[in-house]
């Protein structure tokens, strides 16, 4: 009865290893965007193969005080993504679906997160 159990105890303390010893995720595919570069004229950025599960804040749009918010993002992804109109993961949000249509210039974003559909 005790080899059942201590069988039973190890089994089960090898699949919790393996499950927090995987490798963080990532979405696959490009995510872009435009901002106002320091010149005043629209830039666009990339960011490839972003992380999933993690607020990533838009470097060029981080700050509300001096910086404008990035604008039309096209979620080229394996994943959904949420973009939010603060910096942090903060505010207003929308859905992008993965692999979907470019948003226009009007959906202005500040940081975004990708996950699982």
Not at 49 to 54: K, N, Q
Request: proline share 9%.
């Amino acid at each position: 009865m005790r080899l059942r159990h201590s069988v039973a105890a190890v089994c089960g303390a090898l699949a919790l290893t393996a499950t927090l010893a995987s490798p963080a995720h990532a979405a696959t595919g490009e995510f872009t965007y435009r901002f106002v570069g320091i010149s005043g004229e629209p830039r666009s950025a990339t960011l490839d193969d972003p992380a999933s599960g993690e607020c990533l804040t838009i470097p060029e749009a981080a700050d509300p005080n001096s910086s404008e918010p990035a604008f039309a993002p096209h979620n080229d992804t394996d994943e959904k993504a949420i973009v939010f109109t603060g910096p942090d993961c903060s505010g207003d949000t929308w859905i992008l679906r993965p692999h979907g249509r470019p948003a226009g210039d009007r959906l202005k974003l500040r940081s975004v997160v990708f996950f699982r559909p």
